[in-house]
Protein backbone atom coordinates (compact mmCIF):
# COMPACT_ATOMS: atom_id res chain seq x y z
CA UNK A 1 0.00 0.00 0.00
CA UNK A 2 0.81 3.19 -0.80
CA UNK A 3 0.10 6.93 0.20
CA UNK A 4 -2.03 6.91 -3.35
CA UNK A 5 -4.00 4.21 -2.18
CA UNK A 6 -5.70 5.45 1.50
CA UNK A 7 -8.60 7.08 -0.22
CA UNK A 8 -9.25 4.29 -1.71
CA UNK A 9 -10.38 2.99 2.01
CA UNK A 10 -13.48 2.63 3.11
CA UNK A 11 -13.79 5.40 5.92
CA UNK A 12 -16.93 5.47 7.10
CA UNK A 13 -17.71 2.69 8.49
CA UNK A 14 -15.70 3.19 11.97
CA UNK A 15 -16.17 7.26 11.43
CA UNK A 16 -13.04 7.60 10.04
CA UNK A 17 -11.22 4.83 12.12
CA UNK A 18 -10.05 1.81 10.54
CA UNK A 19 -8.57 -1.12 13.24
CA UNK A 20 -5.03 -2.27 12.05
CA UNK A 21 -3.73 -5.45 12.97
CA UNK A 22 -0.27 -5.92 13.34
CA UNK A 23 1.55 -9.39 12.37
CA UNK A 24 5.69 -10.13 12.55
CA UNK A 25 6.72 -9.67 9.27
CA UNK A 26 9.62 -12.87 9.86
CA UNK A 27 7.06 -15.54 12.45
CA UNK A 28 3.70 -14.67 11.70
CA UNK A 29 2.64 -14.00 15.30
CA UNK A 30 -0.37 -11.64 16.17
CA UNK A 31 1.29 -8.87 17.75
CA UNK A 32 -1.35 -6.54 18.25
CA UNK A 33 -4.75 -4.30 17.53
CA UNK A 34 -4.38 -0.49 16.84
CA UNK A 35 -7.25 1.91 15.19
CA UNK A 36 -5.59 4.21 11.91
CA UNK A 37 -7.32 7.55 10.72
CA UNK A 38 -5.67 9.14 7.36
CA UNK A 39 -3.57 11.24 9.20
CA UNK A 40 -1.93 8.48 11.35
CA UNK A 41 -1.81 5.78 8.34
CA UNK A 42 0.17 8.42 6.25
CA UNK A 43 2.51 8.80 8.83
CA UNK A 44 3.20 4.80 9.30
CA UNK A 45 3.84 4.71 5.55
CA UNK A 46 5.62 7.69 5.04
CA UNK A 47 8.18 7.29 8.56
CA UNK A 48 7.96 3.65 8.24
CA UNK A 49 7.57 3.46 12.32
CA UNK A 50 3.77 1.75 13.05
CA UNK A 51 1.55 5.11 13.89
CA UNK A 52 -1.87 4.90 15.25
CA UNK A 53 -4.97 6.98 16.82
CA UNK A 54 -5.32 7.56 20.18
CA UNK A 55 -9.30 7.26 20.90
CA UNK A 56 -8.72 7.62 24.16
CA UNK A 57 -6.02 10.45 24.17
CA UNK A 58 -7.38 11.92 20.52
CA UNK A 59 -4.18 12.00 19.09
CA UNK A 60 -1.70 10.15 16.57
CA UNK A 61 1.08 8.05 18.75
CA UNK A 62 3.62 6.01 17.18
CA UNK A 63 3.97 2.91 18.67
CA UNK A 64 7.10 3.04 21.30
CA UNK A 65 7.20 6.44 21.46
CA UNK A 66 7.77 6.94 25.40
CA UNK A 67 9.29 2.82 26.27
CA UNK A 68 11.03 2.98 22.56
CA UNK A 69 9.57 -0.42 21.82
CA UNK A 70 8.87 0.82 18.20
CA UNK A 71 7.79 -1.50 15.52
CA UNK A 72 9.09 -0.93 11.99
CA UNK A 73 7.09 -1.48 9.07
CA UNK A 74 7.40 -4.16 6.56
CA UNK A 75 4.43 -3.50 4.77
CA UNK A 76 0.62 -2.42 5.10
CA UNK A 77 -2.70 -4.00 3.20
CA UNK A 78 -5.76 -3.76 2.99
CA UNK A 79 -8.58 -6.33 2.81
CA UNK A 80 -11.33 -7.37 0.99
CA UNK A 81 -13.71 -4.67 1.88
CA UNK A 82 -10.94 -2.28 2.48
CA UNK A 83 -12.39 -1.63 5.84
CA UNK A 84 -9.70 -3.40 7.88
CA UNK A 85 -5.72 -3.23 7.63
CA UNK A 86 -2.94 -5.48 7.89
CA UNK A 87 0.64 -4.49 8.79
CA UNK A 88 3.64 -6.89 8.48
CA UNK A 89 6.33 -5.05 11.02
CA UNK A 90 9.19 -6.05 13.13
CA UNK A 91 9.69 -4.82 16.52
CA UNK A 92 11.88 -3.21 18.47
CA UNK A 93 11.47 -4.89 22.18
CA UNK A 94 8.04 -6.07 24.16
CA UNK A 95 5.28 -4.82 22.21
CA UNK A 96 2.65 -5.26 25.06
CA UNK A 97 2.72 -2.72 28.15
CA UNK A 98 3.10 -5.98 30.29
CA UNK A 99 6.58 -6.39 28.75
CA UNK A 100 5.24 -9.42 26.97
CA UNK A 101 6.06 -10.05 23.14
CA UNK A 102 2.68 -9.61 21.86
CA UNK A 103 -0.57 -7.90 23.19
CA UNK A 104 -2.21 -11.84 22.71
CA UNK A 105 -1.17 -13.70 25.54
CA UNK A 106 -1.01 -17.34 25.47
CA UNK A 107 -1.46 -17.29 21.45
CA UNK A 108 -0.74 -20.85 20.36
CA UNK A 109 2.43 -21.10 18.39
CA UNK A 110 1.52 -22.02 14.09
CA UNK A 111 4.16 -24.18 12.45
CA UNK A 112 5.12 -21.16 10.74
CA UNK A 113 6.00 -19.50 13.79
CA UNK A 114 8.39 -22.23 15.22
CA UNK A 115 9.92 -22.30 11.79
CA UNK A 116 10.60 -18.50 12.20
CA UNK A 117 12.99 -19.14 14.63
CA UNK A 118 15.16 -20.08 11.61
CA UNK A 119 15.17 -17.14 10.59
CA UNK A 120 16.49 -15.40 13.77
CA UNK A 121 19.35 -18.23 13.82
CA UNK A 122 20.04 -16.34 10.67
CA UNK A 123 20.22 -12.91 12.58
CA UNK A 124 22.23 -14.49 15.33
CA UNK A 125 24.77 -15.71 13.05
CA UNK A 126 25.55 -12.81 10.86
CA UNK A 127 25.88 -10.57 14.36
CA UNK A 128 28.76 -13.21 15.74
CA UNK A 129 30.48 -13.31 12.32
CA UNK A 130 30.09 -9.30 12.37
CA UNK A 131 31.19 -8.83 16.11
CA UNK A 132 33.65 -11.79 16.62
CA UNK A 133 33.18 -12.30 19.91
CA UNK A 134 36.20 -14.17 21.25
CA UNK A 135 34.24 -17.19 23.21
CA UNK A 136 31.72 -17.42 19.48
CA UNK A 137 32.37 -20.83 17.75
CA UNK A 138 30.55 -19.54 14.93
CA UNK A 139 32.71 -16.71 14.60
CA UNK A 140 35.76 -18.84 15.08
CA UNK A 141 34.50 -21.52 12.35
CA UNK A 142 33.70 -18.01 10.26
CA UNK A 143 37.21 -17.28 10.40
CA UNK A 144 39.19 -20.24 9.05
CA UNK A 145 37.80 -20.06 5.93
CA UNK A 146 35.01 -21.28 3.49
CA UNK A 147 36.33 -24.57 2.72
CA UNK A 148 36.57 -25.55 6.61
CA UNK A 149 32.88 -24.27 7.01
CA UNK A 150 32.28 -26.60 3.82
CA UNK A 151 33.76 -29.34 5.17
CA UNK A 152 31.57 -29.14 8.68
CA UNK A 153 28.26 -29.28 6.73
CA UNK A 154 30.25 -32.46 4.67
CA UNK A 155 30.82 -33.86 8.17
CA UNK A 156 27.62 -33.06 9.64
CA UNK A 157 25.69 -34.63 6.49
CA UNK A 158 27.07 -37.96 7.20
CA UNK A 159 26.51 -37.68 10.66
CA UNK A 160 22.79 -37.15 9.85
CA UNK A 161 22.90 -40.03 7.88
CA UNK A 162 24.28 -42.59 10.34
CA UNK A 163 22.01 -41.54 12.98
CA UNK A 164 19.23 -42.30 10.82
CA UNK A 165 20.78 -45.73 10.24
CA UNK A 166 21.27 -46.21 13.64
CA UNK A 167 17.76 -46.10 14.84
CA UNK A 168 17.98 -43.08 17.19
CA UNK A 169 15.45 -40.74 16.36
CA UNK A 170 17.13 -38.44 19.73
CA UNK A 171 20.16 -38.38 17.61
CA UNK A 172 19.32 -37.87 14.58
CA UNK A 173 17.28 -34.38 15.44
CA UNK A 174 20.73 -33.79 17.22
CA UNK A 175 22.87 -34.06 13.87
CA UNK A 176 20.00 -32.46 11.66
CA UNK A 177 20.03 -29.93 14.28
CA UNK A 178 24.25 -29.73 13.73
CA UNK A 179 23.93 -30.19 9.70
CA UNK A 180 21.15 -27.06 9.88
CA UNK A 181 23.13 -24.77 11.63
CA UNK A 182 26.53 -25.34 9.78
CA UNK A 183 24.14 -24.45 6.53
CA UNK A 184 23.25 -21.14 7.34
CA UNK A 185 26.46 -20.59 8.80
CA UNK A 186 27.77 -22.05 5.43
CA UNK A 187 25.06 -19.87 3.62
CA UNK A 188 25.97 -16.48 5.04
CA UNK A 189 29.55 -16.77 4.22
CA UNK A 190 28.84 -16.83 0.76
CA UNK A 191 26.37 -14.07 1.06
CA UNK A 192 23.31 -16.10 0.39
CA UNK A 193 20.31 -16.98 3.45
CA UNK A 194 17.71 -19.34 4.35
CA UNK A 195 15.12 -17.35 1.60
CA UNK A 196 17.31 -18.35 -1.18
CA UNK A 197 17.19 -22.22 -0.37
CA UNK A 198 13.26 -21.94 0.11
CA UNK A 199 12.71 -19.99 -3.45
CA UNK A 200 14.50 -23.14 -5.02
CA UNK A 201 12.44 -25.51 -3.74
CA UNK A 202 9.07 -23.21 -4.08
CA UNK A 203 10.31 -22.61 -7.91
CA UNK A 204 10.89 -26.64 -8.33
CA UNK A 205 7.71 -27.19 -6.67
CA UNK A 206 5.63 -24.73 -9.55
CA UNK A 207 7.45 -25.97 -12.43
CA UNK A 208 6.28 -29.77 -10.89
CA UNK A 209 3.13 -28.14 -11.00
CA UNK A 210 2.71 -26.19 -14.01
CA UNK A 211 0.65 -27.79 -16.58
CA UNK A 212 3.00 -29.66 -20.28
Same mark, same amino acid.
Given at each position: ?????????????????????????????????????????????????????? /???? #???? $????? !??????? =? +? *??????????????????????????????????????????????????????????????????? /???? #???? $????? !??????? =? +? *???????????????????????????????????????????????
Amino acid at each position: MTIDDIEALDWTKGDGLLPAIVQHADSGTVLMLGYMNRESLAATLTTGQVTFYS /RSRA #RLWT $KGETS !GNTISVG =A +V *TMDCDRDTLLVLGRPQGPVCHTGAATCFHGQPASAATELAFLLQLEKIIAARIADQPDSSYTAKLHA /RGLT #RMAQ $KVGEE !GLEVALA =A +V *TDNDAQLVGEGADLIYHLLLLLRARGLGLEDVVTELSCRHAARLAPG
